[in-house]
């Protein structure tokens, strides 16, 4: 034990001797390049002096960057993300200006700007050595690891006790907006190297069905929370309240929260030693880093936030995020302009401040994010739910498919191979399940195909005028919502949180499906008072080639006069036949929610090609029924159980990962009398193995039972595999 005691501690000995001689090398360089750089009197010195001076700064600055970095980190963890990740480069060359100060007789010296530019450049090669030194030493590279989250984890505060580490954890991760078919796609042409070698080696996979909201608001409410009760859509209007919901608004989805937590009786999946990262929704858990529901809380009590805190307190970490920011900035700019020079179509804008979003997602958040699983993997928490939002914030203005979104699962597959090799290292075993909330559907956005708005068409067809000049209609993607909470600002508030009294309709975009209210009609208007008031507006829109359907009042309206009520069986189904199985239960379950817009309105869909039409800015979309938005995935290892059953809605995903828990003699879950069990949740085939829902879960997923039957039509046809033969036969896909 002494023996191998003495022998680690030389072993990281020799790591710093060899990180600091690589910084002297790196810092005499700069010396000899950089004009206003010198490490040498003015009287000049000899070669071995000033190799000296070099050392001598390059120890002073890692000792800096080690013992006061955090410190100056901590102290600013109040200022906004974004604000702090400027003042990364700032701080690191103030840093290197005190160790140059600290140099004997003043041989140090360097101008501000350059001072920067040096800090920038040793502290990323100090990183690269030793992360090289580190990978072959497993111990080593744990270590390095462990620093993101052992000041956090010393501090223990209301963490549950680890019993049993040889009790495997859950690891669940997101990937945003990655549909069914394009990771079957992205691992048959090894673009996804990592995710095709798991399902090689055992992993499984299926598409599941989202409801009529495809959108990460429901589906991840209902995922974490048990429940998509009542969110019609990405954004509504409700006249109890005389607001706009918005899933991505942090008043908005603290209070949806709250609502699921209500309507099940339960605080989440993630409530027992659970980790919540990048998430809209909490789940439960105590440890929480980027979730949107908690982000608009101030001061300490704001523990969401001190993700960013747990991540930059590393100078290595800070500068290359900062780098690559910058440079996914760049990308997005030279791809948007080479977009534009083809003339690619169909095309949106990507300029003004898009592309510092863009790069928010696909570098910060995600760097942020991976960094904290990483730490709750080796603190050994029990289950941990993250999103990645790279994929779905590109494909928004990119489309799903081509070779900017490409890059992107490249990067996210990298991401997940890391996390993958930091499972072996950690306390316990983890069981990683992959999932997405839902897919995305290309299409020419309505505007551009039409020439006017949505709500350019319902004011036409209520009469009202309408601008000569057709107004864009906002993007709606998770990405600026990150970016706003991460800047300390309200999102998308003003007029559209809060419509003005009038008769005017209010009509609301969520990707390709769309929301009209009348805000002086107390409750849900009548087919006849909508009739009788704008007796042009129905026909309008259910005749305009860019819509699919609308409902209304519990009937379905669609091209050329034709309509079905909802309540006389097969009428919905004939008619939303085009839009897939399912589509006419997930409608009737959304006409029965107490906030279903006076007026649902989904845009046309193509099934020869999957194209929709957005009625937001947005050539990859998703919101509603059509193509591929409705298909996510889910992906298991093989030593989990099977899903069981169809998987509609994401409820039912809730259950299948509430059941895996169990299976792992994890955190508990509340228990029922016999025969309960949650909404969505497959039947178990040992009744006396499972726990079970409380009475008032139970109760509601029998009261909505009916609102819920699907037609038991198999999802998309398809499979995947790590290696596919080319007919794309598999023996891992579990697609039925």
Known sequence: MRRRRWRTTGNALVRVALVWAVSTLTMLALAGILPDFRLQSGDGDSITQIGLTAAWGAGAFGLLSALVWPVVVRALLLVPALVLGLLVFFLNGSLLLIALRLIPDGRGEAAPETAVVVA???????????????????????????????????????????????????????????????????????????????????????????????????????????????????????????????????????????????????????????????????????????????????????????????????????????????????????????????????????????????????????????????????????????????????????????????QVLERLDRSLALLARVAEHAPRPYRIVLLSDHGQSPGETFLARYGLTLKDLVRAGCGLPVSRRAGRTRSGAEARAAVLAALHRPVEEGAEARPGPGSDPVVLASGNLALISFPDVPGRASRARIERTHPALLATLANHPGVGFLLVDGVVLGPGGAEARLDVPGEAEELLAPFGPGAAAAVRRTDAFPHVADIMVNSAYDPDTGAVHAFEEQIGSHGGLGGEQGHPFLMWPAELSDPGEELVGAEAVHG????WLREADGPQVPVAPPGVRWAGEPAPRDAGRYAAAPPARAAEAVGRGTSREAPQDSPPEGHISGILPSDGSSVRDETR
């Not at 009590?301 to 760049?330: I, M, Q």
Request: some cysteine; glycine content about 10%; hydrophobic content about 40%.
């Open 656 to 659: 299948v990962l509430r059941r």
């Open 120 to 406: 920038a450049v040793m502290s990323a090669v100090a990183s690269a050595t030793s992360t090289a030194l580190a990978v072959r030493d497993d111990e080593a590279y744990r270590r390095r690891l462990y620093r993101l989250a052992d000041r956090r984890r010393r501090q223990g505060r209301g963490a549950a006790p680890r019993a049993g580490a040889a009790v495997p954890g859950l690891l669940v991760l997101q990937l945003d907006g990655v549909g069914y078919e394009v990771l079957r796609e992205a691992c048959n042409s090894a673009l996804m190297p990592t995710v095709a070698g798991w399902l090689e080696g055992g992993h499984r996979v299926r598409p599941w069905r989202t409801d009529w909201s495809s959108q990460t608001g429901a589906s991840q409410l209902g995922i974490l929370h048990g429940s998509t009760f009542d969110v019609p859509a990405f954004r509504w209007y409700e006249k109890d309240t005389r607001e706009v919901m918005v899933c991505n608004r942090p008043t908005s989805a603290a209070e949806l929260q709250r609502r699921a937590v209500e309507r099940t009786g339960d605080g989440g999946l993630l409530t027992l030693d659970g980790a919540s990262r990048g998430n809209l929704f909490s789940g439960g858990a105590d440890q929480l880093a980027l979730v949107l529901s908690v982000s608009a809380r101030r001061g300490a009590a704001n523990r969401s936030r001190s993700g960013y805190f747990a991540y930059f307190s590393d100078p290595a970490n800070a500068v290359r995020t900062a780098l690559s920011f910058v440079a996914d900035a760049v990308r997005e700019i030279v791809q948007s302009l080479r977009a534009r020079i083809r003339g690619d179509r169909p095309r949106v804008p990507r300029g003004g401040l898009y592309p510092l979003i863009r790069a928010f997602a696909t570098v910060v958040e995600r760097d942020v994010v991976v960094a904290a699983v990483i730490g709750d993997m080796l603190a050994g928490r029990s289950v941990v739910y993250a999103d990645l939002v790279a994929y779905d914030e590109v494909a928004h203005h990119s489309g799903p498919r081509g070779r900017d979104t490409e």
